[in-house]
Nanobody, 126 residues
Framework: QVRLVESGGGLVQAGGSLRLSCAASGRTLSRSVMGWFRQSPGREREFVAAISWSGNIYYVDSVKGRFTLSRDNAKGTIYLQMTNMEPEDTAVYYC????????????????????WGQGTQVTVSS
């Protein structure tokens, strides 16, 4: 059983910053790709970024240069540092872990990720 718990969401003004955390418990995910997705009302859940166990990272183009993903394998935690935020970043952010240990960090489809957190709301005001 895997449990992912997100924290750090909230309200921020455009241009501001937030840091999201996702703590994993249960089966070890130290070898699994982990990442973040987001979903805004009326839209499908979309990929944001993913990181391999060794630290290779893939970002969606819209967040490159603004968001930084990192992980601490010893703590079983990943972090998403979001800077220069835009109203378009407003969404519920979900932490996810890949279905397959050692899976590709280039996978961006939700079906590749078998474990999900409950989500945390991020709102960016203009």
């Amino acid at each position: 059983q895997v449990r992912l718990v997100e924290s750090g969401g909230g309200l921020v003004q455009a241009g501001g910053s937030l840091r999201l955390s996702c703590a994993a418990s249960g089966r070890t995910l130290s070898r699994s790709v982990m990442g973040w997705f987001r979903q805004s009302p009326g839209r499908e859940r979309e990929f944001v970024a993913a990181i391999s166990w060794s630290g290779n990272i893939y970002y969606v183009d819209s967040v490159k240069g603004r968001f930084t993903l990192s992980r601490d394998n010893a703590k079983g935690t990943i972090y998403l540092q979001m800077t220069n935020m835009e109203p378009e970043d407003t969404a519920v952010y979900y932490c996810a872990a890949h279905r397959v240990p050692g899976g590709s960090y280039y996978d961006t489809d939700t079906d590749s990720f078998g474990f999900w957190g409950q989500g945390t709301q991020v709102t960016v005001s203009s």
